[in-house]
């Protein structure tokens, strides 16, 4: 893998009150026009809000897709806007209701928006998922953190903000620290979607989890997180080139896997699929699904499902309009169903502390790579290289 460099070098914290403008990648959706770099002026501060310069941040497979093809009717954001995820920042300014954020703090900014008085049901993933509830997902973008981390500067809620040990993370390894820059800190977006997916099943280490499809990149971060957690892996999946390559990079990794994942493809016949799986491994404790759309049609889902011991576990994140249960084997069994969308806020928290204890690493050495970074005016070379993105650990990132 060729490793693409193309970054600026990062700005020092800098007051935003003396340099009043900054750049950013601007989509505007009425007229829709492609997406422009433009130097806008720096965005004040609200109530429960705080400014963050942007160190690093990742763009996605998807991420050509939303932007150069966005559509405005499945949006919340009617105005123009600034696109975005998650991102690794330091704080720029912080108001006076902050308690824990000062200014050249180091952050995890999490992308995933909720309403403040309604969690569960106001959601939005920034900037282009319109969320549970439009309505209320359209009121949430323009209360003032419609605009994501595409930007030099952005304006953040208090609690998508979250402190990391940056001794700790960016360190001398002569001081214990892992020397991770920004740019592979990102990887925490990677991570924190199917990590939610698995915790909202307590997967505990020891335990044996499915997961399906494990060649996908956000099953292959799944695999990835499983190991960190403690937990044996059982990679499924209908290519089996693609699992014994899963399996030859995972084992060698650095995170102590070797031995704890194994991998099995799908025979597309359902009474077959659930005897291979229990014939080779046992019954499975947990299952993952985080299927994306257009595997609908799949029998796996209700093999994995038959293949789990009794009081077993699934969790639900795939991309499906209807599912086959098999309710009589799910009654019996007591097996738990749990739907479950993104990640909550004590997953950010148990995540962050996994990789600032090293249970999971973020390297070349243990398998996450950063195959390109970018700087924001590079915006179509960055869409491109991330749209091509296949590999287990890849990821694109725009650097500042």
């Known amino acids: 893998m060729v490793h693409l460099t193309m970054s600026h ?14 750049h950013a990648l601007i989509l505007r959706p009425a007229p829709f026009t492609k997406p422009q770099v ?4 720096i965005p004040s501060l609200l109530p429960g809000s705080v400014l963050l310069r942007s160190l690093a941040t990742p763009l996605h497979s998807y991420s050509k897709l939303c932007l150069e093809f966005y559509n405005p009717a499945r949006s919340p954001h009617q105005k123009p806007f600034i696109p975005g995820s998650s991102a690794i920042a330091r704080v720029s300014r912080v108001g006076d209701d902050a308690t824990i954020l000062e200014v050249g703090q180091l952050v995890l900014f999490d992308s995933v928006m909720k309403g403040r008085d309604s969690p569960e049901t106001v959601r939005f993933a ?15 973008a323009s209360s003032g953190f419609a605009d994501g981390s595409y930007a030099e500067v952005m304006r ?48 505990k280490p020891g335990e044996t989890v499915l997961i399906s499809p494990a060649t996908s990149p956000n099953g292959a971060a799944a695999c990835m997180v499983a190991l960190a957690m403690g937990a044996n892996v059982v990679a499924w999946s209908h290519d089996g080139a693609k699992l014994v390559h899963l399996n030859h990079i995972l084992s060698q990794t650095h995170n102590g896997s070797c031995g704890r994942i194994s991998t099995i493809t799908w025979t597309g016949n359902c009474t077959n699929d659930t005897r291979n799986i229990i014939k080779r491994f046992g019954p499975m404790d947990a299952f993952l699904d985080i299927s994306p759309s257009g595997t609908g049609e799949s029998f ?5 499902i038959m293949s789990l011991r009794p009081e077993g576990r699934v969790s639900l994140m795939g991309a499906y309009e209807t599912l086959e249960i098999p309710n009589l084997f799910v009654t019996r069994c007591n097996i738990t169903l749990k739907g479950n969308w993104m990640y909550e806020r004590n997953d950010i928290l148990a995540l962050i502390k996994m990789v600032e204890k090293g249970n999971l690493r973020l390297k070349e050495a243990d398998r996450y790579y950063v195959v390109g970074e970018f700087g924001l005016h590079q915006w179509r070379e960055a869409l491109t290289a991330a749209n091509q993105l296949t590999g287990i650990g890849e990821s694109v990132v725009f650097s500042f």
Request: charged letters at 20%; glycine letters at 6%; one cysteine or more.
């Open 38 to 41: 433009e130097e806008i002026p």
């Open 9 to 22: 070098q990062h700005p020092s914290i800098s007051d935003t009150r003396v340099h009043p403008t900054h």
């Open 300 to 304: 796996h889902l209700k093999s994995g």
């Open 156 to 203: 953040a809620p208090l609690e998508n903000c979250y402190p990391l040990d940056e001794a700790k993370l960016m360190g001398d390894p002569r001081q214990w620290g892992f020397a991770y820059t920004p740019e592979q800190l990102c990887a925490f977006a990677t991570f924190l979607r199917p990590f939610g997916g698995l915790s909202s099943i307590d997967v």
């Open 126 to 140: 920034n900037p282009v998922c319109r969320g549970f509830d439009l309505h209320n997902s359209e009121l949430l």
